[in-house]
């Protein structure tokens, strides 16, 4: 039993339900686009801190498409317009946001480099976060040289 009581409508419990943890479709778009320019990868690599959704492996390269959401985008004032269940919501998100950082972190340390995209700049914008990406292969390729 959670400690949490919910002020919630039944369509927003549907809504929360059908949230799934594994690809996206924000996800599989990158992952297919960065594929298209033959990209070779790994998605949900459970090997790494934080299980990027695409890793790429030959580079170290642990990519996160991130929801805006459950990660905090514009968190200052996003966190004002909660609305229902702040008790919950704000200390779910907060956690969530230091669990990124914790993870990047970790990534570093191992000698990987974590990019982070937000889901919609992927929707709207895929070929720039592609770019993006083979910027950081080109810089990555030269280290490993």
């Not at 943890?21 to 459970?46: F, M, V």
């Not at 959401?69 to 956690?95: A, M």
Request: glycine fraction near 4%; include cysteine; aromatic fraction near 14%.
């Amino acid at each position: 039993m959670s400690k949490y009581k919910f002020n919630t409508t039944k369509q927003i419990s549907k809504n929360m339900k059908i949230q799934s943890h594994g690809k996206s479709k924000t996800e599989d778009l990158l992952a297919h686009a960065l594929w298209k320019e033959g990209i070779r990868y790994r998605r949900n690599y459970k090997a790494l801190p934080g299980k990027p959704d695409i890793a790429i492996t030959k580079y170290k390269i642990a990519i996160f498409v991130d929801g805006e959401f459950w990660h905090g985008f514009n968190w200052k004032e996003k966190k004002k317009r909660i609305k229902n269940n702040r008790d919950y919501w704000i200390p779910k998100i907060e956690k969530n946001m230091i669990r990124d950082k914790h993870n990047d972190i970790l990534l570093k340390e191992v000698g990987w480099w974590p990019m982070h995209f937000w889901s919609r700049l992927v929707l709207k914008n895929t070929d720039y976060c592609v770019e993006m990406i083979k910027y950081m292969i080109r810089d990555r390729k030269e280290i490993t040289e």
